[in-house]
């Protein structure tokens, strides 16, 4: 198996990277072939099979035109979102 989406010291890498590919109608073929690699590297990122390098992550982070930390975080996304007020 292939990387673990884990950091060097250990921390789990989270990724919305499906959620805002899919809300930007692009699909993982023309994401991989925007950011040089094979399409299947798409979706293992998009499962958590794999952590992205840092290069990786730029390229994708500027093939949609997104803050890479709106893609990517240490921390889980859920845990990010604040909720409003009732």
Do not use: N, W
């Not at 293992?44 to 982070?61: D, F, K, M, N, T």
């Amino acid at each position: 198996m292939g990387r673990k989406p884990r950091d060097a010291a250990g921390e789990q890498v989270f990724s919305r990277l499906y959620e805002v590919r899919e809300k930007q109608g692009i699909s993982r073929a023309a994401l991989a072939d925007l950011v040089g690699v094979h399409y299947q590297t798409v979706g293992y990122l998009e499962r958590g099979e794999y952590s992205p390098s840092l290069v990786l992550a730029l390229r994708i982070s500027a093939a949609l035109a997104t803050p890479l930390d709106e893609i990517f975080s240490l921390q889980s996304f859920s845990s990010t979102i604040s909720e409003e007020p009732s």
